[in-house]
């Protein structure tokens, strides 16, 4: 949880989050990004601080099953603005917005 929005720190530990993120790793179990054990509800579009992004309200963000490791580096490079580093099998990066694809 990023310490710029300490305002949704209190929303993780409320019924409405827990209920989601069962709902999350209950349709999913594996992480989306390397197919691991997910422990973690990952919001695909950063909320912000936004109360009603957080909550999905509207249907206007979706969830995804994380592990910890990729949600604490490549989803954390990603909403930082650095570009992933994982390659192909060729060895070549696979994020269109690496300097090596431009």
Excluded at 3 to 24: D, N
Excluded at 58 to 65: A, E, F, I, K, V
Aim: hydrophobic share 25%.
């Amino acid at each position: 949880m990023p310490r710029r929005y300490p305002e949704a720190r209190k929303w993780y530990g409320t019924k409405e989050w827990k209920r989601l993120r069962y709902i999350t790793l209950d349709k999913n179990p594996r992480c989306t990004r390397c197919g691991g054990v997910a422990t973690l509800a990952d919001h695909r579009t950063p909320h912000k601080g936004n109360y009603n992004l957080f909550f999905c309200i509207d249907g206007c963000n979706t969830l995804d099953s994380m592990c910890a490791k990729c949600h604490d580096s490549w989803k954390a490079r990603q909403e930082n603005g650095r570009v992933d580093t994982a390659t192909d099998e060729d060895g070549y990066p696979c994020d269109p917005n690496h300097p090596w694809n431009n």
